[in-house]
């Protein structure tokens, strides 16, 4: 069974940092493009970043680039979402997703399995 479990959310103050990490079960990823994606109250789900399987290419949303950087750590099935100068608009919750197509993507109908989701507060 395909497993997506995202860590590392929590309440952090405007300008700090965080790392979410989203951790795969149930096959071999290493094929699979994995992407983060934002939810906001009573806003649609928002792409943030996409990395590729095997080349590990990335792909980010266009307002993101330069504060958060996604990244496969410690095999295939594990990937990391580097958030630094956090603002406020920042808050939401933010969800781990596997494409089995293995090309980025950035839309959230191109991804097969997605996680739980946690939270990211960002204070001012």
């Known amino acids: 069974q395909v497993q997506l479990v995202e860590s590392g959310g929590g309440l952090v103050q405007a300008g700090g940092s965080l790392r979410l990490s989203c951790a795969a079960s149930?096959?071999?990823?290493?094929?699979?493009?994995m992407g983060w994606f934002r939810q906001a109250p009573g806003k649609d789900r928002e792409f943030v970043a996409s990395?590729?399987?095997?080349?590990?290419?990335?792909y980010y949303a266009d307002s993101l680039k330069g504060r958060f950087t996604i990244s496969r750590r410690g095999g295939w099935n594990t990937v990391a979402l580097q958030m630094n100068s956090l603002k406020p608009e920042d808050t939401a919750v933010y969800y781990c997703?596997?494409?089995?197509?293995?090309?980025?993507?950035?839309?959230?109908?191109?991804?097969?399995?997605w996680g739980q989701g946690t939270q990211v507060t960002v204070s001012s």
């Open positions: 997703a596997a494409d089995s197509s293995g090309v980025v993507a950035s839309t959230p109908q191109e991804y097969d399995y």
């Open positions: 149930g096959r071999n990823f290493r094929n699979y493009a």
């Open positions: 990395i590729s399987g095997r080349s590990g290419n990335t």
